[in-house]
Protein backbone atom coordinates (compact mmCIF):
# COMPACT_ATOMS: atom_id res chain seq x y z
CA UNK A 1 0.00 0.00 0.00
CA UNK A 2 1.69 3.08 -1.26
CA UNK A 3 0.19 6.22 -0.73
CA UNK A 4 2.70 9.01 -2.39
CA UNK A 5 1.42 11.99 -3.54
CA UNK A 6 2.22 12.70 -7.15
CA UNK A 7 3.78 16.08 -5.96
CA UNK A 8 6.86 16.39 -3.77
CA UNK A 9 8.06 13.09 -5.29
CA UNK A 10 11.02 12.76 -3.07
CA UNK A 11 14.85 12.45 -4.42
CA UNK A 12 17.68 10.88 -2.69
CA UNK A 13 15.03 10.51 0.06
CA UNK A 14 15.22 9.00 3.46
CA UNK A 15 12.40 7.28 5.57
CA UNK A 16 11.76 9.53 8.69
CA UNK A 17 9.00 8.55 11.15
CA UNK A 18 6.44 11.37 12.33
CA UNK A 19 7.83 11.17 15.90
CA UNK A 20 11.45 11.20 14.49
CA UNK A 21 10.84 14.42 12.35
CA UNK A 22 10.00 15.57 15.37
CA UNK A 23 12.64 14.79 17.38
CA UNK A 24 15.07 15.91 14.41
CA UNK A 25 13.32 19.36 14.08
CA UNK A 26 13.59 20.06 17.98
CA UNK A 27 16.93 18.59 18.22
CA UNK A 28 17.84 21.57 15.50
CA UNK A 29 15.96 24.25 17.25
CA UNK A 30 18.25 23.97 20.40
CA UNK A 31 21.48 23.43 18.44
CA UNK A 32 20.99 26.42 15.80
CA UNK A 33 19.45 28.91 18.38
CA UNK A 34 20.43 29.26 22.19
CA UNK A 35 17.68 31.05 23.26
CA UNK A 36 15.48 28.53 22.21
CA UNK A 37 13.96 26.27 25.14
CA UNK A 38 11.17 23.42 25.33
CA UNK A 39 8.89 23.04 28.26
CA UNK A 40 5.98 20.77 28.92
CA UNK A 41 4.62 17.97 31.23
CA UNK A 42 6.83 14.86 30.33
CA UNK A 43 9.49 16.28 27.62
CA UNK A 44 12.64 15.58 29.86
CA UNK A 45 10.71 11.71 30.78
CA UNK A 46 12.34 8.75 29.23
CA UNK A 47 9.29 8.56 26.70
CA UNK A 48 9.80 12.26 25.65
CA UNK A 49 6.53 12.91 24.18
CA UNK A 50 6.06 10.23 22.44
CA UNK A 51 9.68 10.07 21.17
CA UNK A 52 9.73 13.80 19.86
CA UNK A 53 11.93 14.77 22.38
CA UNK A 54 13.40 11.90 23.72
CA UNK A 55 17.31 12.34 24.79
CA UNK A 56 17.16 16.26 24.71
CA UNK A 57 17.06 17.12 28.31
CA UNK A 58 20.54 15.32 28.87
CA UNK A 59 21.88 16.52 25.63
CA UNK A 60 20.89 20.50 26.76
CA UNK A 61 20.18 20.54 30.28
CA UNK A 62 17.19 21.33 32.22
CA UNK A 63 17.80 24.65 31.81
CA UNK A 64 16.57 24.31 28.61
CA UNK A 65 14.14 20.94 28.42
CA UNK A 66 12.71 20.60 31.38
CA UNK A 67 8.85 19.65 32.63
CA UNK A 68 6.62 21.63 34.77
CA UNK A 69 3.82 21.10 37.24
CA UNK A 70 0.24 20.90 35.67
CA UNK A 71 -0.24 24.35 35.24
CA UNK A 72 -1.00 25.19 31.32
CA UNK A 73 -1.75 28.49 31.97
CA UNK A 74 0.77 29.42 34.16
CA UNK A 75 3.57 27.67 31.88
CA UNK A 76 2.55 29.33 28.91
CA UNK A 77 2.14 32.90 30.78
CA UNK A 78 6.00 32.51 31.47
CA UNK A 79 6.68 30.83 27.91
CA UNK A 80 5.14 34.50 26.68
CA UNK A 81 7.55 37.03 29.23
CA UNK A 82 10.27 34.50 27.64
CA UNK A 83 9.06 35.32 24.28
CA UNK A 84 8.15 39.29 24.98
CA UNK A 85 12.46 39.86 26.36
CA UNK A 86 13.43 37.66 23.16
CA UNK A 87 13.77 34.13 24.25
CA UNK A 88 11.96 31.52 21.68
CA UNK A 89 9.30 28.90 24.07
CA UNK A 90 8.56 25.63 22.68
CA UNK A 91 5.88 24.91 24.84
CA UNK A 92 4.10 21.09 24.25
CA UNK A 93 0.84 19.83 25.52
CA UNK A 94 0.90 15.74 25.28
CA UNK A 95 -3.08 16.59 24.55
CA UNK A 96 -5.04 19.17 22.47
CA UNK A 97 -7.55 19.70 25.38
CA UNK A 98 -5.24 20.75 27.82
CA UNK A 99 -3.82 23.88 26.32
CA UNK A 100 -8.07 24.61 26.76
CA UNK A 101 -6.57 25.47 30.52
CA UNK A 102 -3.79 28.13 29.10
CA UNK A 103 -6.89 30.05 26.39
CA UNK A 104 -6.57 33.38 28.40
CA UNK A 105 -3.00 33.40 27.71
CA UNK A 106 -3.06 32.11 24.07
CA UNK A 107 -6.45 34.01 23.04
CA UNK A 108 -6.08 37.13 25.05
CA UNK A 109 -2.58 38.14 25.68
CA UNK A 110 0.04 35.75 22.95
CA UNK A 111 -2.19 36.54 20.08
CA UNK A 112 -3.15 40.28 20.45
CA UNK A 113 0.51 41.67 21.48
CA UNK A 114 1.38 43.32 18.18
CA UNK A 115 -2.44 44.37 17.90
CA UNK A 116 -2.34 46.02 21.13
CA UNK A 117 1.00 47.83 21.06
CA UNK A 118 0.75 48.64 16.97
CA UNK A 119 3.67 46.47 16.16
CA UNK A 120 6.39 47.41 18.41
CA UNK A 121 6.16 43.82 20.60
CA UNK A 122 5.69 40.24 19.36
CA UNK A 123 5.53 36.75 20.87
CA UNK A 124 6.87 34.64 18.68
CA UNK A 125 6.45 30.94 19.95
CA UNK A 126 5.67 27.40 19.15
CA UNK A 127 2.37 25.79 21.11
CA UNK A 128 2.65 21.97 20.18
CA UNK A 129 -0.86 20.01 21.25
CA UNK A 130 -1.44 16.33 20.13
CA UNK A 131 -4.55 15.05 18.93
CA UNK A 132 -5.33 11.84 21.30
CA UNK A 133 -7.28 8.57 19.23
CA UNK A 134 -7.99 5.31 18.89
CA UNK A 135 -6.56 4.65 22.57
CA UNK A 136 -10.06 4.87 24.04
CA UNK A 137 -9.24 8.31 25.40
CA UNK A 138 -12.17 9.65 25.87
CA UNK A 139 -14.51 12.56 25.64
CA UNK A 140 -11.39 14.88 27.47
CA UNK A 141 -8.27 13.30 25.94
CA UNK A 142 -9.87 13.67 21.77
CA UNK A 143 -10.77 16.90 20.64
CA UNK A 144 -9.07 18.52 17.67
CA UNK A 145 -9.20 22.03 18.27
CA UNK A 146 -8.33 22.94 15.12
CA UNK A 147 -11.31 25.71 14.31
CA UNK A 148 -11.34 27.27 17.94
CA UNK A 149 -7.49 28.38 17.77
CA UNK A 150 -8.28 29.31 13.77
CA UNK A 151 -11.00 31.80 14.69
CA UNK A 152 -8.54 34.39 16.77
CA UNK A 153 -6.72 36.96 14.64
CA UNK A 154 -2.83 36.37 15.57
CA UNK A 155 -2.91 32.81 15.74
CA UNK A 156 -1.06 30.89 13.01
CA UNK A 157 -2.64 27.11 13.26
CA UNK A 158 -0.81 24.34 11.35
CA UNK A 159 -1.22 20.89 10.96
CA UNK A 160 1.40 18.87 9.66
CA UNK A 161 -0.06 15.55 7.88
CA UNK A 162 3.50 14.33 7.56
CA UNK A 163 7.24 13.95 8.26
CA UNK A 164 8.40 16.68 5.19
CA UNK A 165 6.12 18.78 6.71
CA UNK A 166 7.46 18.75 9.75
CA UNK A 167 11.00 19.16 8.29
CA UNK A 168 9.96 21.77 6.03
CA UNK A 169 7.85 23.94 8.71
CA UNK A 170 9.30 23.77 12.00
CA UNK A 171 12.19 25.53 10.89
CA UNK A 172 10.40 28.37 8.98
CA UNK A 173 8.91 28.57 12.12
CA UNK A 174 11.45 28.75 14.91
CA UNK A 175 13.37 31.22 12.60
CA UNK A 176 11.39 33.93 14.10
CA UNK A 177 7.77 33.69 12.37
CA UNK A 178 6.25 36.87 13.91
CA UNK A 179 3.64 35.70 16.17
CA UNK A 180 2.21 32.26 17.94
CA UNK A 181 1.98 29.18 16.10
CA UNK A 182 -0.26 26.55 17.53
CA UNK A 183 0.80 23.10 15.69
CA UNK A 184 -1.73 20.23 15.67
CA UNK A 185 -0.33 16.90 15.62
CA UNK A 186 -1.66 13.82 15.77
CA UNK A 187 -1.12 10.77 17.32
CA UNK A 188 -1.90 8.58 15.03
CA UNK A 189 0.80 9.94 12.93
CA UNK A 190 3.75 9.70 15.52
CA UNK A 191 4.45 5.75 14.34
CA UNK A 192 4.01 6.22 10.57
CA UNK A 193 7.08 6.32 8.49
CA UNK A 194 7.06 8.64 5.25
CA UNK A 195 9.42 9.53 2.89
CA UNK A 196 10.86 12.67 3.25
CA UNK A 197 13.78 14.52 0.95
CA UNK A 198 15.28 18.08 0.60
CA UNK A 199 13.08 19.26 -1.94
CA UNK A 200 13.80 22.44 -4.11
CA UNK A 201 9.97 23.73 -2.95
CA UNK A 202 9.67 22.88 0.75
CA UNK A 203 6.09 22.49 2.32
CA UNK A 204 4.66 26.09 3.04
CA UNK A 205 3.10 27.46 5.79
CA UNK A 206 -0.16 27.50 3.85
CA UNK A 207 -1.75 24.71 1.78
CA UNK A 208 -0.62 22.72 -1.22
CA UNK A 209 -1.59 19.98 -3.38
CA UNK A 210 -1.05 16.67 -1.89
CA UNK A 211 -2.00 14.72 -5.26
CA UNK A 212 -3.40 16.22 -8.85
CA UNK A 213 -6.67 14.32 -10.00
CA UNK A 214 -9.49 15.82 -12.32
CA UNK A 215 -12.41 14.36 -11.20
CA UNK A 216 -13.08 14.45 -7.70
CA UNK A 217 -11.68 17.64 -5.08
CA UNK A 218 -10.92 16.40 -1.60
CA UNK A 219 -9.45 18.92 0.76
CA UNK A 220 -8.52 17.65 4.20
CA UNK A 221 -6.74 18.18 7.12
CA UNK A 222 -3.82 15.98 9.26
CA UNK A 223 -4.45 12.70 9.23
CA UNK A 224 -7.48 12.19 6.99
CA UNK A 225 -4.89 13.50 4.25
CA UNK A 226 -3.63 9.72 4.41
CA UNK A 227 -6.82 8.32 4.21
CA UNK A 228 -7.85 10.33 1.27
CA UNK A 229 -4.54 9.08 -0.12
CA UNK A 230 -5.72 5.78 0.41
CA UNK A 231 -8.64 6.15 -0.54
CA UNK A 232 -7.76 7.80 -4.23
CA UNK A 233 -5.52 4.59 -4.26
CA UNK A 234 -8.44 2.47 -4.02
CA UNK A 235 -10.97 4.31 -6.43
CA UNK A 236 -7.98 4.65 -8.54
CA UNK A 237 -7.63 1.17 -8.63
CA UNK A 238 -11.02 0.08 -8.57
CA UNK A 239 -12.84 2.48 -11.48
CA UNK A 240 -10.08 4.78 -13.04
CA UNK A 241 -11.57 7.69 -10.68
CA UNK A 242 -8.65 10.75 -10.35
CA UNK A 243 -8.94 12.21 -7.28
CA UNK A 244 -7.12 15.58 -6.58
CA UNK A 245 -6.34 16.18 -2.69
CA UNK A 246 -5.57 19.49 -1.22
CA UNK A 247 -3.64 19.51 2.01
CA UNK A 248 -5.05 22.59 3.80
CA UNK A 249 -2.47 22.21 6.39
CA UNK A 250 -2.38 25.87 7.68
CA UNK A 251 -6.37 26.26 9.08
CA UNK A 252 -5.79 29.84 10.04
CA UNK A 253 -3.78 31.17 6.42
CA UNK A 254 -5.01 28.29 3.35
CA UNK A 255 -5.07 28.92 0.33
CA UNK A 256 -8.30 29.46 -0.70
CA UNK A 257 -7.75 29.99 -4.25
CA UNK A 258 -5.86 27.37 -4.40
CA UNK A 259 -8.87 25.30 -3.71
CA UNK A 260 -11.35 27.10 -5.49
CA UNK A 261 -8.95 27.05 -8.34
CA UNK A 262 -8.84 22.74 -7.79
CA UNK A 263 -13.07 22.34 -7.38
CA UNK A 264 -13.81 24.87 -10.45
CA UNK A 265 -11.60 21.97 -12.36
CA UNK A 266 -13.66 18.69 -10.99
CA UNK A 267 -16.80 20.52 -9.77
CA UNK A 268 -17.33 17.90 -6.81
CA UNK A 269 -16.11 18.60 -3.33
CA UNK A 270 -15.05 16.01 -0.15
CA UNK A 271 -13.81 18.03 2.90
CA UNK A 272 -12.33 15.33 5.34
CA UNK A 273 -12.11 16.86 8.65
CA UNK A 274 -10.39 15.86 12.14
CA UNK A 275 -13.31 17.33 14.57
CA UNK A 276 -16.68 17.94 14.15
CA UNK A 277 -18.47 19.54 11.14
CA UNK A 278 -20.60 22.21 13.16
CA UNK A 279 -18.74 25.57 12.94
CA UNK A 280 -15.90 24.07 12.14
CA UNK A 281 -13.43 23.53 9.34
CA UNK A 282 -15.58 21.90 6.58
CA UNK A 283 -17.97 24.85 7.21
CA UNK A 284 -15.04 27.80 6.26
CA UNK A 285 -14.26 25.32 3.73
CA UNK A 286 -17.69 25.79 1.78
CA UNK A 287 -17.81 29.71 3.02
CA UNK A 288 -15.08 30.92 1.35
CA UNK A 289 -15.65 28.64 -2.34
CA UNK A 290 -19.37 30.28 -2.17
CA UNK A 291 -17.34 33.80 -1.68
CA UNK A 292 -15.61 33.35 -4.69
CA UNK A 293 -18.07 31.32 -6.89
CA UNK A 294 -20.96 30.00 -5.95
CA UNK A 295 -21.22 28.31 -9.36
CA UNK A 296 -17.85 26.02 -8.89
CA UNK A 297 -19.77 23.37 -6.89
CA UNK A 298 -22.17 20.95 -9.39
CA UNK A 299 -23.55 19.50 -6.46
CA UNK A 300 -24.03 19.20 -2.63
CA UNK A 301 -20.40 18.81 -0.75
CA UNK A 302 -19.89 15.09 1.17
CA UNK A 303 -18.11 16.09 4.79
CA UNK A 304 -16.24 13.89 7.09
CA UNK A 305 -15.75 14.46 10.58
CA UNK A 306 -16.30 13.42 13.95
CA UNK A 307 -20.01 12.30 15.12
CA UNK A 308 -22.01 14.80 16.55
CA UNK A 309 -21.23 13.46 20.66
CA UNK A 310 -17.95 13.34 23.08
CA UNK A 311 -15.70 11.00 21.82
CA UNK A 312 -16.70 7.48 23.62
CA UNK A 313 -14.07 5.68 25.52
CA UNK A 314 -15.25 1.98 24.90
CA UNK A 315 -12.69 1.05 21.63
CA UNK A 316 -15.65 -0.62 19.92
CA UNK A 317 -17.71 2.49 19.73
CA UNK A 318 -14.55 5.03 19.17
CA UNK A 319 -13.88 3.20 16.13
CA UNK A 320 -17.66 4.04 14.42
CA UNK A 321 -17.11 7.67 16.01
CA UNK A 322 -14.31 8.23 13.32
CA UNK A 323 -15.08 8.25 9.83
CA UNK A 324 -13.52 5.24 8.64
CA UNK A 325 -11.84 4.54 5.13
CA UNK A 326 -15.01 2.90 3.99
CA UNK A 327 -16.90 5.98 4.62
CA UNK A 328 -14.09 8.16 2.96
CA UNK A 329 -14.53 5.82 -0.01
CA UNK A 330 -18.23 6.04 -0.17
CA UNK A 331 -18.02 9.80 0.05
CA UNK A 332 -15.73 10.05 -2.91
CA UNK A 333 -17.19 7.73 -5.19
CA UNK A 334 -21.05 9.17 -4.28
CA UNK A 335 -20.16 12.59 -5.37
CA UNK A 336 -18.58 11.24 -8.82
CA UNK A 337 -21.28 8.24 -9.78
CA UNK A 338 -23.56 9.03 -7.42
CA UNK A 339 -25.53 7.45 -4.47
CA UNK A 340 -26.05 4.47 -5.93
CA UNK A 341 -22.69 3.42 -7.13
CA UNK A 342 -22.82 0.27 -6.95
CA UNK A 343 -19.04 -0.30 -5.61
CA UNK A 344 -17.57 -2.84 -3.60
CA UNK A 345 -16.46 -0.34 -0.56
CA UNK A 346 -13.22 -1.54 1.62
CA UNK A 347 -14.23 -3.27 4.93
CA UNK A 348 -11.95 -1.15 6.84
CA UNK A 349 -14.16 0.61 9.48
CA UNK A 350 -11.17 1.58 11.98
CA UNK A 351 -8.70 3.90 11.01
CA UNK A 352 -5.95 2.03 13.00
CA UNK A 353 -6.63 -1.29 11.38
CA UNK A 354 -4.44 -0.50 7.92
CA UNK A 355 -2.15 1.62 10.23
CA UNK A 356 -1.03 -1.24 12.03
CA UNK A 357 -0.77 -3.55 8.87
CA UNK A 358 0.87 -0.58 6.87
CA UNK A 359 2.97 1.95 8.50
CA UNK A 360 4.83 3.31 5.39
CA UNK A 361 6.41 4.48 4.06
CA UNK A 362 4.13 6.99 2.83
Same mark, same amino acid.
Not at 18 to 35: F, R, S
Not at 161 to 177: C, G, L
Not at 186 to 201: E, Q, T
Not at 237 to 262: C, Q, R, T
Given at each position: !?? %?????? &?????????????????????????????? *??????????????????????????? @? =?????????????????????????????? =??? @??????????????????????? /?? !???????????????????????? @??????? +??? *?????????????????????????????????????????????????? %???????????? +?????????????????? %???? %??????????????????????????????????????????? /???? *????????? &???????????? /?? +????????????????? =?????????????????????????????????
Amino acid at each position: !MS %VTAKKH &QPTQSRVLSYAGALLETMDGALAAHPNTFI *MGQGVDDFKGIFGSTTGLADKYGAKRV @F =DVPLMEEGMTGVAIGASLVGDYPITTHIRA =DFA @FLAMNQIINLASKYRYMFGGIMS /CP !MLIRVIVGRSWGQGAQHSQSPQAT @FAHYPGL +TVV *MPSTSQAIVDMYPQIINRHPGPVVSIEHRLLYNLDFSVSASAKPIPLTSY %VAREGRDVTVVA +TSVMVLEAMRAAQYVSNK %VGID %VEIIDLNSISHPDWDLVANSVRKTGKLVIADTSWLEYGVAAEV /CRQL *MLRDPTVLR &QPPAMLGMATAP /CP +TAKSLEDIYYPSQHETV =DAILTQVRGAAHGIELPVERSMTEGYKRFRGPF
